[in-house]
């Protein structure tokens, strides 16, 4: 819980609190196993499992291709405050309604430089051709350090900041549009269980919330995403 609480406090210091309320929807998504039977038929477990995440990858790999789509369709954030870009510079042509900027053609601003999105990751090269080249990936922007984040500090007069000074504190801090995922046992790190047992289903995190649905997503937006991920 500590870790969390101060995992946390590393994202406040590192993007401003204003960025800690934006929200989005996460969809995952997976083949039932009964597809992967029709499809390869009878396979020991280890063939099964290297299956499935080289297939998963490839819908990853896909998804960089035309996931422009979902925004395109379903974004639901074309105005921000004000505050949001106060101090930043930008030559976005912003129009104003009261406090409100936004742009007249904009479909999802939380998903531009002005959302939840950190500007350090750009220098990462994280790979989606296989499993090991995506884990390399992520091991290294755990480990490299970031010089922007080494102004924060770790623990300045007594009070911890955030966990390191590296680009990413932990893997959940990559801001990735979809990313492979496993359930993992207790205590164990998301990389851990993908090395384990390979990808298990799809996190897609480009969706932005639905105004027109109590829950934030449509039935018919979720049946898009069930066939445009198919």
Not at 18 to 39: C, K, M, T, Y
Not at 47 to 76: C, E, H, V
Not at 146 to 168: C, M, P, W
Request: proline share 4%.
């Amino acid at each position: 819980a500590k870790m969390k609480t101060l995992y946390r406090e590393g994202l406040k210091r590192r993007y401003g609190s204003l960025r800690q309320i934006i929200s989005g929807v996460h969809f995952n998504f997976s083949f039932p196993e009964s597809f992967w039977d029709a499809l390869y038929c009878e396979q020991d477990e280890q063939a099964r499992q290297d299956t499935k995440s080289a297939a998963y990858f490839a819908l990853i790999r896909n998804y960089y291709r035309f996931g422009w789509m979902i925004p395109y369709f379903f974004g639901a954030s074309p105005a921000l405050c004000g505050s949001f870009i106060q101090g930043r510079e930008t030559k976005l042509p912003f129009e104003s309604i009261g406090g409100t900027l936004y742009l007249p053609k904009a479909t999802s601003l939380r998903l531009s430089d002005l959302g939840y999105t950190n500007s350090a990751q750009s220098v990462l090269k994280i790979g989606f051709n296989s499993i090991d080249q995506y884990l390399e990936g992520l091991g290294d922007a755990i480990r490299r350090p970031s010089e922007e984040f080494a102004k924060i500090g770790v623990k300045v007069d007594g009070e911890y900041r955030q966990l390191n000074t590296n680009i990413l504190q932990i893997e959940n801090e990559l801001y990735a549009p979809i990313r492979p995922k496993r359930v993992a046992k207790s205590g164990e790190k998301p990389s851990d269980a993908l090395s384990r047992a390979g990808v298990e289903y799809i996190e897609v995190r480009s969706l932005d919330v639905n105004p027109f649905s109590a829950v934030g997503v449509s039935e018919e937006q979720v049946r898009f995403l069930d066939l445009f991920l198919t």
